[in-house]
């Protein structure tokens, strides 16, 4: 298994390679320098140009510019930003990085999670009279324009209804002279809510052998007495009413999100469930006498399941690119809408350090579904 | 000749056998081309049996028929009833109103926009050129895809490794952002950007499918059959292997177009295509006149952005229903 | 005088397809005796599988049962609600699927899957207990207990095939019903599956159906042979008399389709003409447009399965002489 892995990390890390090369080449190729569209400005002598010029490395030759690009990234160098500077690249993506993390995987894991369990039926009950509707609905959420929905929902919920602020991060006015600061707040909204989630997570994972009474015993309150913790803290703690602040701007992107991904977890589960009920073994579990939900969920669903997580993973991966159109109309200010806006401005290092990101991630991501999918798939460890 | 009845799932290209079956026996005397074209006939004829059986397939059909027509209907509008100065939909502009973006109204039936275009006029003009680009797309795509998944697999080793260790690579790109950047730099026009789509898109996901289904179809008797005749790689690659993937490359087509227009639409709300009008640039019209939010001017947005989204799923649904034709596993017996 | 453990009567069921109803089981009739085993034989497609499908009631969707009575101890299973169908399955009528490679599900262990059965049906056994019945069925077919915690995948062909067996034991049903549980395994293993089986049987007293195209396999196995052609029963007997006194031409002909070792040398002759489209099935004796010895009687109307004496059924208005 070991070896494997191993074997994937490199030729993944050659495949990471090849994106910085192709990365690298896109920053050269406009024509001209790109000093010339930060110094495009006819008051700035030319003297500055070059020393700019000596300081980006630019005059060197090509090459050298490229060894020491890639030596730079690893060493964690990405530059610095030329429209926040002289603020490094790095501690910008890694200031923005989590509240664009924070939004796709809370939206994703919803929306792949009922997705899934819903979608699982759906196929069971194949033709059934809900079965064109739902997959026409759920085609048109995959394929929904997401600009127009994200403003489709802006304008019913929050314009109409009043019932959330139509985009941004916080309400500047409360937050405005007060104690903390927005990074502070979220920074420890993520921790808390973590550890409630692996808290939950223990729960469950350690109770799942006892049997079925026992187990509603425990987990039932268990899982009510962390959350009344939870809560309990936010209530409690100076904080709580910012941390609230920043949860209600949060739930309408996570909201644009989860309805686009699960339309289309549903249709993938749908379709990995259809593959998979043709398949001899779901004859046998019938033909064990199983009742129906059994063979659906423990032995169809269970098999069907593999391409949906993938899929998860990979989808978790590209965040950002899912974040430019997303945090752009929300204006929450993510990983994603820095990408835009950094392209949008020529801020070359930005953008090119936040694409660089993305390919991290997805190396990433590359890696986590090859060992899940080991994991779900007894066939595939070696 | 037999036609056998049996319980078992049917293989993809039961129509084409069956066919030859009752074909071959009478028409033996006919030219070859005559035969093809009959049998082609035959396995349409039944594909589409197998197509129309869903509403899902027929539903997205008529979405793309519908628009076809829109597309098809601003030249004749625009000879016969429409003005050019007022409602071109890039240059003109309607004096007669007080204030732009005007309300709907007989003249204008989805208003006009903050310069004083005709809104309606902007949708249908856009029209074909989404089709021409999903088209593009798609064309690249496909014969990209089917040719590099068919001599990757044809092949294998060195050339099956290179292939997919570039998919590897294309898959791991993260496209919107890809194009966002390279949009910044570089501002594409439609021909240019529906190249880019169609080469991303067939270096990436599609060659891996593709080349899995051409490593089924190469085990097949028929290929070890044309190569003891002494066919070389190339005949054996087009002539056999290839025709074999089509259904499979032309579902994917239904795909691509999707994620085209779909691409289209997100550079041209950020401003980052170098093109006269489409549907995305309606709505990025409406944000740099400032009208984004302002949602009781509701036809500056909406019509466009629904547009963009009826397409896409049409196309989507139209893949799905293929997807059913192509794949009998999915089929409802 | 030993009971009857299977009585069907006048079944017919059609698969319902896009070119039109296909008849796949077509009136068919027949007895099986507690301790007997079963060969069910014809060409493919000739409605053998789709009768086990049907006693399993796991029939697809497009499926429609018509006509018939399928009589276990009294009980009709065709009468039976879904719900009690359930009940009845594996622990009173189990199956051996054909090709056993895909029979087994993947991500769960062999062990597990059994024991899934026996949850299923017998209920309330610890975990040591379905363990050790595990590994008592594991023995009886010659697989070694240690395996039971390994998957699907690494198992042979041949041990799969076992395991598949096993399983079906599992609940001691009254009737199992193995549909070409050999004929994707290389001829070795195949004897040694076979011996196994029929070494099962004698101890347990089980009895069998065995659905096959393989004639000699058939041999093998069962005491009494039923041959079927075109979703319909042609001939039954005792193996004895469908080998030695054959009635029905289509029998005959399968018996001269392959060679002997012993007995004279004579020609292989092939039926002529093509297996029937079962969707117009040629009218009165199906087999009519193939057989030598048809005449017009033969094309309008439908010969009765009637008893020859001695438990020997034969549906033909002229039957071979002996």
Redesign the interface.
């Known amino acids: 298994m070991t070896r494997y892995l191993g074997g994937r990390l490199f030729q993944m890390l050659i495949t990471f390679l090849l994106f910085q090369t192709l990365v690298f080449f896109l920053l050269h190729a406009q024509p001209g320098d790109i000093t010339q569209q930060m110094l495009g400005d006819p008051d700035i002598p030319p003297e500055a140009r070059e020393i700019l010029r000596k300081q980006l490395g630019l005059d060197k030759p090509l090459p050298v510019q490229y060894l020491t690009y890639i030596g730079n990234f690893w060493q964690g160098n990405l530059g610095v930003s030329w429209s926040e500077y002289p603020k490094p690249v790095t501690s910008i993506i890694l200031e923005r990085m989590p509240r664009t993390l924070v939004l796709f995987f809370s939206a994703n894991v919803v929306a792949f999670t009922v997705g899934f369990l819903l979608g699982r039926v759906l196929a069971w009950r194949r033709g059934s009279l809900i079965e064109y509707p739902v997959t026409v609905a759920s085609v048109i959420l995959y394929t929904v324009f997401t600009p127009w929905f994200a403003l489709v929902l802006i304008w019913v919920f929050a314009f109409k209804l009043k019932l959330f602020p139509i985009g941004k991060f916080i309400t500047v006015r409360l937050w405005r002279g007060g104690p903390f600061g927005a990074n502070e707040v979220f920074g420890r909204m993520i921790t808390l809510t973590a550890v409630l989630l692996v808290a939950v997570f223990l729960l469950f994972f350690l109770t799942r052998k006892l049997s079925v009474l026992d187990r509603r015993r425990i987990q039932i309150p268990g899982f009510l007495i962390l959350l009344v913790v939870y809560l309990g803290y936010w209530a409690l703690s100076p904080m709580g009413k910012y941390a609230l602040d920043i949860a209600w701007h949060m739930i309408l992107p996570i909201a644009t999100i989860t309805l686009v991904a699960f339309g289309g977890t549903m249709l993938l589960t749908r379709n990995s469930m259809l593959e998979t009920l043709r398949e001899d073994y779901i004859l046998t579990a019938r033909a064990k006498g199983l009742p129906e939900k059994v063979v659906r969920d423990k032995h169809a669903a269970r098999n069907a399941l593999l391409p949906v997580v993938t899929s998860l993973i990979y989808t978790l991966a590209f965040s950002i690119d899912g974040g430019v159109i997303t945090e752009t109309y929300y204006s929450w200010p993510g990983m994603g809408l820095t990408l835009l806006s950094a392209a949008t401005s020529n801020d070359i290092p930005l953008a090119i350090g936040a694409l660089t990101f993305t390919g991290v991630m997805a190396l990433v991501a590359h890696m986590l579904a090859d060992v899940v999918y080991a994991f779900l798939d007894p066939r595939i460890r070696y | 000749m037999s036609y056998q009845q049996t319980d078992k799932p049917t293989e993809q290209g039961s129509f084409a056998s069956s066919a030859v079956a009752t074909v071959a026996e009478d028409r033996i005397h006919q030219p070859l081309w005559r035969v093809r074209l009959s049998l082609m006939w035959k396995s349409l004829k039944g594909s589409w049996v197998i197509f129309a059986e869903s509403p899902i397939g027929l539903i997205g059909l008529g979405i793309i028929i519908f628009f076809a027509l829109f597309a098809l209907a601003h030249p004749i509008l625009m000879k016969t009833v429409w003005p050019r100065a007022i409602y071109d939909p890039v240059i003109g502009f309607d004096a007669t109103l007080p204030s732009h973006p005007a309300a709907p109204s007989i003249r204008h039936i989805l208003g006009t926009d903050a310069i004083g275009r005709d809104v309606l006029s902007q949708l249908m003009s856009s029209t074909s050129s989404e089709f021409a680009l999903g088209l593009l797309a798609a064309i690249v795509t496909v014969t990209l895809g089917t040719t590099i998944g068919a001599v990757s697999a044809y092949f294998g080793k060195a050339v099956d490794v290179i292939f997919m260790r570039l998919a590897d690579l294309v898959i791991m790109t993260p496209t919107i952002s890809l194009l966002i950047v390279l949009g910044a730099l570089i501002e594409l026009n439609l021909i240019q950007l529906g190249i880019v789509l169609g080469i991303l898109s067939g270096f990436g996901g599609v060659t891996v499918i593709i080349k899995s289904q051409a490593l089924t179809i190469m085990v097949k008797p028929y290929i070890e059959a044309a190569r003891i005749a002494g066919g070389n790689d190339f005949h054996i690659i087009f002539t056999h292997i290839v025709p074999n993937l089509l259904p499979l490359s032309f579902l994917y087509m239904m795909f691509t177009v999707t994620g085209a227009i779909f691409s289209e639409g997100v550079l041209s709300v950020f401003g980052l295509l170098n093109i006269r009008m489409s549907w995305g640039l309606i709505i990025y019209t409406t944000q740099s006149s400032g009208y984004l939010l302002d949602f009781k001017r509701w036809w500056l947005i909406f019509p466009a952005g629904l547009a963009i989204t009826l397409l896409c799923s049409a196309f989507y649904l139209v893949g799905r229903a293929l997807d059913e034709v192509v794949n009998p596993r999915l089929r409802r017996r | 005088m030993t009971t009857d453990i299977l009585r069907v009567e006048n079944l017919t069921m059609f ?1 319902g ?2 070119g039109g109803d ?1 008849r ?1 089981v077509d009136d068919v009739s027949f007895t099986l005796k507690e301790g007997d085993s079963l060969g069910l034989v014809g060409e ?2 000739c409605g053998k ?2 009768i086990a499908l049907t006693l ?1 009631r ?1 029939l ?3 499926s429609k049962i018509n006509e018939g009575h399928v009589w276990m101890k009294d009980t009709d299973l065709l009468a039976l609600s879904e719900e009690e169908m ?6 009173r009528v ?2 051996i ?1 054909q ?1 056993a ?7 769960y262990s062999v062990g597990d899957q059994i024991i ?2 026996l949850d ?2 017998i209920g309330l056994m610890s975990k040591d207990q379905s363990r050790e019945r595990v590994a008592e069925l594991f023995d009886l077919v010659g697989l070694d207990p240690a395996l039971m915690d390994r ?1 699907p ?1 690494e198992f042979s062909g041949g041990m799969r095939q076992r395991a ?1 067996i096993a ?1 079906a034991l599992s609940c001691n049903p009254d009737l199992i019903i193995a549909d070409e549980p050999t004929t994707a395994l290389d001829v070795i293993v195949q004897d040694r599956v076979l011996r196994q089986l029929e070494e099962v049987q004698e101890k347990l007293g089980m009895s069998m159906i065995y659905i096959s195209h393989d004639i000699a396999v058939i041999a093998e196995v069962s005491n009494r042979i039923a041959v079927m052609y075109a979703g319909q029963m042609s001939e039954m007997a005792s193996s004895y008399a469908i080998f030695e006194q054959p009635l029905h031409p289509y029998t005959y002909a399968l018996m001269s389709s392959f060679p002997s070792i012993k007995g004279k040398k004579h020609d292989l002759e092939p039926l002529p003409g ?2 029937p ?3 117009t099935p040629p009218s009165g004796c199906r087999f009519h447009p193939r057989c030598p010895r048809a005449t017009s009687i033969c094309a309008e109307e439908k010969p009765p399965f009637k008893d020859y004496g001695d438990n020997h059924f034969a549906a033909c208005w002229h039957p071979l002489e002996h």
């Open positions: 698969y397809t896009r296909v796949a493919s497609g599988t789709s399993l796991l697809p969707e497009n359930r009940h009845f399955r594996w622990k189990s199956m699927f090709a490679m895909n029979s087994l599900n993947p991500v899934e059965a299923e049906h998957y995948h598949v399983m093509e297996p489209n079962l969707i």
